[in-house]
């Protein structure tokens, strides 16, 4: 699993996650984290620590602009320098926690644009990103690309029964939580996951 690093688990709602959650309110830091690179950088280190030469080799972006990303970041704990190395060679390290926003049943204005202008970057990330596994599917071995999903659902309940349904969701991942931040408890074979799950009421009838 990612996301979330620790994991990273990102939602504008808050998640009955069997992990450490922290919501941010401040418009400042939601606006730091609505870049497309920044939220890249994000889910890159959730595999591990990485330079910021080794960002920028993977994200097809400078070592200085990655560097410059990772320091906005920075400044609101969202990544942390990791033992070793110098310089732009020191590596950095995803957060160990995970977060929420835009819960508070009452936020501003200024806190409501930067949370709409946060969740839109997720989302386009998210979807990119699994139209790039998309392009490269066939390449992955047939028990990966039985493994994978992309599926939809249509299911009648009510708020309550949607809740509870989303904490059972998140409740599955409890397992594999302690292997984002400990290689060594990851089985061999085992990837990064990245799971994207969509539920919403339809209309009033």
Not at 163 to 187: C, I, N, T
Request: glycine share 8%; aromatic share 8%; proline share 8%.
């Amino acid at each position: 699993m990612t996301d979330s690093p620790a994991p990273q688990q990102t939602a504008p709602t808050t998640p009955d996650a069997p992990w450490p959650t922290r919501e941010i309110t401040d418009p400042s830091e939601l606006r730091a984290l609505a870049h497309p690179v920044r939220f890249a950088l994000l889910d890159l280190l959730a595999a591990g620590p990485l330079t910021a030469t080794q960002c920028g080799e993977r994200l097809g972006q400078t070592p200085a602009n990655c560097s410059y990303h990772l320091r906005q970041l920075e400044r609101f704990g969202h990544v942390t320098r990791a033992e070793g190395g110098v310089g732009r060679e020191r590596p950095w390290k995803i957060r160990s926690e995970g977060i929420t926003w835009d819960t508070s049943g009452q936020p501003g204005a200024a806190q409501d644009r930067a949370a709409d202008a946060l969740s839109d970057v997720i989302e386009d990330y998210r979807f990119g990103a699994w139209r790039s596994y998309r392009a490269r599917r066939r390449d992955e071995t047939e028990q990966w690309r039985a493994a994978d999903m992309s599926t939809d659902v249509v299911a009648w309940m009510t708020a309550e029964e949607l809740s509870e349904l989303k904490g059972q969701m998140m409740a599955l991942f409890a397992p594999f939580v302690d292997r984002d931040h400990v290689p060594e408890r990851r089985p061999h074979g085992a990837r990064a996951v990245r799971y994207f799950g969509y539920a919403y009421p339809g209309d009033e009838q």
